[in-house]
């Protein structure tokens, strides 16, 4: 589990495919704290590493992996949001977050909005229930909160108002229209829909 919360900005120093593709990550974290088979959300995709050196360490992304984010586009030199596990008795400073991306989504436009940045988002139409005002939800491994919500015809339009700190701490400064963006909803909503669905 995670927070939503980034600790570092990692970047792909190397990939090579193999039976599936291994991911060479560039960090600051202290490597020698981190175990081998431990879970590392890497722009918000739960990866787990599978050997380490004194400042990287490689994840295998599966075929699934690729297929079910944006983990396709990632190259040589791509930055990546990392957050380590959550421990107990850590603070659970942004929302539930499990690393497991329900969608992708694209940035569709970047306002000036005071010193903060307003950026809209297109989700696709199977996400768009779960996407409300004032809800949390995970954006390349980072927790936000909804703006405003507007839904359209191929699925949902949504703004997040990103302050100067996220936007300087996170991969979200180098963002551009265009760029393709692992969504996780919230949990909550997750389970809600399937209580509904069950419940009638």
Request: aromatic share 6%; with cysteine; charged share 20%.
């Amino acid at each position: 589990m995670f927070t939503g919360i980034i600790t570092d900005i990692g970047t792909i120093s190397a990939l090579e495919q193999r039976g599936d593709l291994r991911a060479t990550i560039q960090t600051h974290y202290i490597t020698a704290e981190i175990d081998l088979g431990a879970s590392i959300a890497c722009s918000g995709v739960c990866l787990t590493v599978i050997e380490k050196g004194t400042d990287w360490f490689s994840v295998d992304i599966s075929g699934e992996t690729l297929r079910c984010t944006n983990a396709g586009a990632w190259a040589q030199g791509t930055r990546l949001n990392l957050e380590r596990a959550l421990k107990v008795g850590d603070e659970l400073g942004g929302h539930i977050v499990s690393g497991h991306v329900d969608g992708v989504g694209r940035v569709i436009a970047i306002e000036p909005a005071g010193d903060s940045h307003l950026v809209w988002f297109a989700a696709p139409t199977e996400l768009a229930p779960y996407i409300a005002p004032k809800g949390s939800v995970t954006l390349n491994g980072v927790s936000l909160t909804v703006n405003e919500v507007v839904d359209v015809s191929d699925g949902v339009h949504f703004t997040i108002n990103i302050i100067p700190h996220t936007w300087q701490h996170t991969s979200f400064g180098t963002t551009k229209v265009g760029d393709a963006v692992n969504i996780e909803i919230d949990v909550l909503a997750r389970y809600l829909s399937r209580m509904k669905a069950v419940l009638g």
